[in-house]
DNA sequence: AATATATTTGCATTTAATTGCAGTTTTAGA
DNA sequence: TCTAAAACTGCAATTAAATGCAAATATATT
């Protein structure tokens, strides 16, 4: 039997099932557990099924809702919250943007801490609403099914007439020469409006996502006030940002 | 049994029932109660329902603890929930407050349906944004920690800029001669800009709350065009309310 | 067709993940 | 405050995954 057979064999049987054990698949198609082990992982770097612990689910089944890769690089994502909660004084008025970055900050926010909230994510102001000293105005606009934040011109004419001491964002992509960029439109207008309605802008990003960029602009590095990795300062990774104006921590 | 078979049958379980006990889950699933433990924890920490003493909530649900009835009346609502839905058609423009009967008319939307979706319920919100065919806007503003909607100025003079087909509100308590009422004063001013964003107001109610009343007065009932409860229109708890111009359903 | 080369497959071994259980600590609710 | 139920911890047994290697099979080239 081909492999390329056996593989269309697997797809059918994940397709119809929504899920299948490697162990089932072995025996149907009468080669061992590694090989259809093999053929799951080839077909799932291909993105054509999710492969799990014990067999491969169909990708409609898999939960890869918008909230479900929050676990990645929460390590990194908690040092840098952290360093984002010492800039905050009681009694600061902030703006927390969307994104697990800004998500871990909202839940990491001490729970003695007075603070005046503004937030365009639902998720964040779910973590704030928890937070007992903490008051919270949402944004309002309307909704990103993917991102889960308020974007266009009622979010942004609202945003347009608010003038914060910090605000907190994330980014897809940034780069010393084009600046932080963003795959989507819509998301960089509103990010944007979000960098305009305060004092202070704070990048919040993962080292990771240094020197990539994306189609869309948001805004130059010089633009930014303060940029926080989960690096210490003086990493070298960090010595091409340190030309501009932008501090870092 | 695969993990992630286990853990979508819990989703499910949570989304269907809003509560869902360690030990039921265990039961039917046959595995231990530490691995329902286990798989709950997950499936928290990537916010895909929330964990609490002895079992698991829906998102929507968080705050509240599962033995406690505050998910009462559960098919009281649905009841509710499809009535309403029978109101929509194709394209309309509704407007959703807040509260669990509210949540579980944004639950029960059929995914088909299309619609605009205005609202100031968070848990609301997060709901609509699973629907593919709702275009959901968010009315922004100050945020209740209880109740978690929108309040205030900002949320009030957003409403007075729209007027939408329908709005759907909930109560906390109605009466005949007193109408609607609450035990909340910015609740009230909120609901009243709510009931003026709309061309019909359709208040939705579980019979337990007729003939009772609270402090703070929200509108008279001929302000509201159609009330749905539980029951059937001819049941003599509704007679009283049959004097007025209000339909029921 | 024959040979050389590359790919695929199955097996043994090591490594990692999952699960249930027992004992202890914590929590919720009376 | 007290008590029963639930949560957590560490542990052992089971099961699956990854790795290296040799045999088998497929592919390409002459």
């Known amino acids: 039997m081909l492999k ?9 049987e994940v397709e119809l ?28 770097e291909e993105n054509l099924l999710v492969k799990v612990h014990g067999g ?10 918008p909230q479900r890769n929050n676990v990645y690089a929460l390590d990194k994502k908690v040092a840098i919250a952290k360093k984002a909660i010492a ?14 970055t800004c998500l871990e900050l909202a839940k990491l926010l001490p729970t003695n801490l007075k603070l005046t909230c503004f937030t365009i994510s639902l998720p964040v102001a779910m973590e704030l609403l928890r937070k007992p000293n903490v008051e919270t105005i949402f944004i309002g606009g309307t909704l990103s099914r993917d991102s889960q934040i308020s974007m266009g011109p009622s979010a942004i004419h609202a945003l347009s007439e ?8 994330g980014t897809g992509y940034v780069d010393t020469e ?12 509103t990010k944007k409006a979000v960098i305009n309605a305060s004092k202070k802008a704070v990048l919040l990003c993962i080292s990771e996502k240094l020197n990539s960029q994306h189609r869309f602009k948001t805004c130059s590095l010089n633009v930014i006030n ?5 690096l210490e300062p ?9 030309n501009q104006n932008t501090q870092i921590l």
């Open 4 to 12: 390329e057979e056996r593989q269309h064999a697997i797809l059918n």
């Open 17 to 44: 099932h929504n899920k299948v054990l490697l162990t089932d698949l072995a025996d149907k198609l009468n080669v061992s557990v590694d090989t259809v082990r093999r053929d799951v992982k080839e077909l799932d």
């Open 56 to 65: 491969a689910v169909s990708l409609g089944f898999a939960n890869h809702s």
């Open 87 to 100: 800039l905050l004084r009681n009694n600061s008025v902030i703006l927390i943007d969307g994104g697990t």
């Open 162 to 169: 608010i003038k914060v001491d910090y605000s907190f964002i």
């Open 178 to 189: 084009f600046g932080l960029t963003e795959f989507d439109w819509d998301v960089v207008q």
């Open 226 to 230: 303060t940029m926080i990795t989960e």
């Open 234 to 242: 003086w990493d070298t990774k960090l010595t091409p940002f340190k």
